[in-house]
């Protein structure tokens, strides 16, 4: 398996590209802003074909390049119907006018095709296999998405696009509309700490790390191992 990522020009967000080889379809994970350039040159470079988007949330700084991204190519973006009105609307999960937060120099545009994920399901897209895991706390349609990570460059069973719910040494804010620190609580309880050790988690933001690692040292993941009852 193919795995190759990149940080687009605003926030930091990391977009990735993932394909059973070079030369076979992909899927493309959070196209956030101002990547398209860097986008065009990674597909090039792999000789890639584009077979869907898969958006980990809702939220602008992950989703603002999809529908030029799918337009291009004629390729659905997928996404829980939790946070489908924030392709809609972007505001909607800002708690502020896109204008405010860019000065108007950008301009959004709502994808056309758009599928729903659901929780627990397994898709088979570009020759992968993708578990989704609903995992809301962050914005009310967060999922992981799960892939068979032998076959990859990363030594590990299991390889989990984790958006913004966990980070190395953090979990993503819950302060702006759709969030929940408990929901968030529930959901690393619940879909995170069940994963194995070994792990590889490929973040929104940052670097990459591992469930073990997350487990003996992110302060969120160690006061849940502490405290049993909290997030049930």
């Known amino acids: 398996m193919l795995v190759t990522s990149f940080e687009a020009q605003a926030f930091g967000t990391n977009c990735y590209v993932v394909a059973t080889a070079p030369g076979e379809q992909c899927l493309i994970v959070d196209p956030g802003i101002g990547v398209l350039d860097q986008l065009d040159e990674v597909i090039a470079e792999h000789r890639l074909f584009p077979a869907a988007v898969l958006l980990t949330h809702g939220h602008l700084d992950h989703s603002f390049s999809v529908a030029p991204v799918c337009g291009a190519r004629g390729i659905t973006a997928y996404v829980h119907p939790a946070d489908t009105e924030m392709l809609a609307d972007p505001s909607k999960g800002l708690g502020m006018n896109v204008d405010q ?132």
């Open 101 to 232: 937060l860019f000065g108007g120099r950008l301009t959004y545009s709502e994808p056309d095709d758009v599928a729903l994920l659901t929780d627990g399901e397994t898709m088979v897209l570009a020759g992968l296999e993708v578990t989704v895991d609903h995992a809301p706390g962050h914005t009310g349609g967060s999922v992981l998405f799960r892939l068979p990570g032998a076959s990859s460059s990363f030594d590990a069973d299991q390889v989990c696009l984790s958006g913004d719910v966990l980070f190395a040494g953090s979990i993503g804010r819950t302060d702006l509309p759709g969030g929940s620190t408990e929901t968030m609580m529930t959901s690393l309880r619940t879909k995170i700490l069940p994963l194995a050790d070994d792990t590889v988690v490929l973040p929104g933001h940052g670097p990459a790390t591992t469930i073990g690692r997350e487990r003996a040292q992110n302060p969120y993941l160690r006061e849940l191992v502490a405290a049993p009852g909290r997030g049930l």
